[in-house]
């Protein structure tokens, strides 16, 4: 229970750790950010690291007035998350691949959450390739889908098309919004509201489509049965 309650502070209260981890390590802070979108993208056992509401902090405390000692340079932090977020889901495809359709066996555990994966795959199934560029928007579902690519044996030049493009636009979109808007008044003074529309509000499309799938895959079996 103490670990959830500490992943929960985590991300609601990103910006107060991310602004310490600055105070206190400097420049390291860029190594810190760039293993976190690695693991939250290229590990199926860490789907609850921060991800969307990160960049948009890590973006803020890029826009120092006169550009402050100790600020992150937005350009460094693009460059580098960026290619967190590719190595990322290439390590989780290169995973996927290897371990193939007996992932279809497996159970769900401490260590491989089950539903996440199936909400992945049934994702998958409707929008093909374009799950690699549309899930990075999507909690959760961002850390499945490039294994599901791989246990799907996707071609390798088709996933890192849209690998590299869906991890280009994830990083800088929402990197420059927070450089441009994490410094404003009003957007400081509602930063707990905006991180937590930012975990549950893109989660919304993936929850439809997964209720789609499972009411279409329940017409199917109905009408074998008849």
């Known amino acids: 229970m103490e670990l959830l309650l500490f992943f929960w502070d985590l991300l609601v209260h990103v910006d107060k750790h991310l602004a310490s981890l600055l105070a206190q390590h400097g420049?390291?802070?860029?190594?810190?950010?760039f293993l976190i979108v690695f693991c939250e993208t290229g590990l199926v056992v860490t789907p609850f690291l921060p991800g969307d509401s990160l960049l948009f902090i890590a973006g803020a405390l890029t826009a120092g007035a006169g550009g402050n000692p100790?600020?992150?340079?937005l350009a460094m932090l693009n460059l580098l998350l960026i290619?967190?977020?590719?190595?990322?889901?290439?390590?989780n495809y290169a995973i996927g691949r290897y371990f193939g359709p007996k992932v279809f066996g497996w159970k769900d555990s401490?260590?491989?959450n089950r539903a996440a994966f199936d909400k992945a795959h049934a994702?998958?199934?409707?929008?093909g390739g374009k799950t690699i560029v549309i899930?990075?928007?999507?909690?959760?579902?961002?850390?499945?889908?490039?294994?599901?690519?791989?246990?799907?044996?996707?071609?390798?030049?088709?996933?890192?098309?849209?690998?590299?493009?869906?991890g280009v636009l994830w990083v800088v979109s929402l990197t420059v919004a927070g450089?441009?808007?994490?410094?404003?008044?009003?957007?400081?003074?509602n930063l707990?509201?905006?991180?937590?529309?930012?975990?549950?509000?893109?989660?919304?499309?993936a929850l439809v489509a997964t209720i789609q799938h499972w009411r279409a895959q329940r017409r199917a079996r109905s009408l074998a049965k008849t």
């Open 27 to 33: 420049p390291w802070v860029y190594l810190i950010l």
């Open 70 to 73: 100790g600020q992150l340079d």
């Open 83 to 91: 290619a967190a977020a590719v190595l990322g889901n290439t390590s």
């Open 110 to 112: 401490r260590f491989f």
């Open 123 to 127: 994702f998958y199934e409707h929008h």
């Open 135 to 166: 899930t990075r928007f999507l909690p959760i579902l961002r850390t499945f889908a490039p294994f599901v690519a791989g246990v799907a044996n996707m071609t390798h030049a088709r996933f890192q098309f849209y690998n590299v493009a869906g």
């Open 179 to 189: 450089y441009w808007f994490g410094n404003i008044a009003w957007v400081k003074d």
């Open 192 to 205: 707990t509201a905006i991180i937590l529309a930012l975990i549950i509000i893109p989660g919304l499309p």
